[in-house]
């Protein structure tokens, strides 16, 4: 475990942790962030469809692109990385995403306090304005001596 | 296992991701994923946009069984999932399976459990919102 108080920057950390296990295997990519929020990419890709025969984006990899950028914005907030679990996540898909469409999930962190963050974002498949889901979500802080707690959303090891 | 409907339970995302079909309990599949790189949060624990997606297959899975037997063909569009996390994965087999909480013409509420080692202890739970299109 390394140094939770590492000061953090987020444009060089994102592709990192971005391309590593579940992440990695998505594609996602890091696409844009302000001081309280991140937007991550899932690119297109034909074997993440949710239905056969029709082009379009499952609905998990998009959960998976919240969480991520969720985690992201926490840290983009704190200014700092510290180890992280999801504890509540909630997602509502307001339209289907455009045929072969890349979707981005944007999210941003609007409230910490000493164990939990909150956020809040959207998922769009190009217009910020017209998005296919609405997320919010809770995280927990995770200390590193307390093993059985909900997973973390990334590697403390931001390395390499 | 002669109720078995004989049905597509996997989406390509989820066949794509490693989930299958473990067995039937009752009129409900159990899908499982092994333990991959692609299921892989943080070093030692799955991550829970994978356990999400197991979560949602279940759930699907349950729904498009329960359809199946009433001769219903639909397609479903979803309106919302809610997941919650109680403990963290580790690395090894994961198992969900759903259950319909209420079935209605043109929606489905369910909720769903993943597993590890124990049903009793579950990793994470979900409550989903489905909408139902009939086939014309």
């Excluded at chain 1, 994102?14 to 309280?36: I, K, M, V, Y």
């Excluded at chain 1, 998976?64 to 996540?89: H, N, P, V, Y």
Aim: aromatic residues 8%; charged residues 25%.
């Amino acid at each position: 475990m390394s140094d939770t108080q590492t000061a953090f920057d987020l444009a060089a950390a994102a592709p990192f942790l971005a391309s590593r296990a579940h992440n990695g295997w998505l594609g996602l990519r890091f696409s844009d962030h302000g001081e309280d929020w991140v937007e991550m990419e899932l690119p297109w890709r034909d074997d993440l469809l949710g239905e056969e025969g029709r082009d379009v984006l499952a609905s998990g990899p998009i959960v998976s692109l919240l969480d991520m950028a969720g985690g992201l914005s926490i840290w983009a907030r704190m200014g700092k990385f510290r180890a992280i679990a999801t504890l509540d996540l909630r997602v509502d898909y307001t339209r289907p995403a455009r045929e072969r469409a890349s979707v981005f999930g944007r999210v941003q962190c609007y409230r910490t306090t000493r164990s939990a963050a909150f956020v809040r974002g959207i998922a769009h498949d190009g217009d910020p304005d017209d998005p296919v889901a609405h997320m919010q979500a809770v995280f927990m802080t995770v200390d590193k001596r307390t093993v059985d707690l909900p997973r973390e959303t990334s590697g403390e090891t931001a390395r390499g | 296992m002669a109720d078995t409907p004989d049905i597509a339970l996997l989406t390509p995302y989820a066949r794509s991701l490693g989930i299958s079909l473990d067995r039937w309990d009752g009129e409900a599949p159990v899908l499982r994923v092994d333990f991959s790189e692609a299921v892989l949060g943080r070093p030692g624990a799955l991550h829970g946009g994978a356990i999400s997606g197991l979560l949602e297959t279940a759930g699907y899975g349950v729904l498009r069984a329960a359809l199946a037997r009433s001769g219903r063909e639909a397609g479903f569009v979803p309106i919302n999932i809610t997941v919650q996390f109680m403990r963290a994965g580790n690395e090894k087999r994961s198992f969900a399976r759903a259950r319909i909480v209420k079935l209605g013409r043109r929606t489905a509420n369910l909720s769903v459990e993943a597993w590890q080692d124990d049903p009793l202890k579950p990793i994470a739970s979900a409550v989903m919102n489905v909408m139902i299109r009939d086939a014309d």
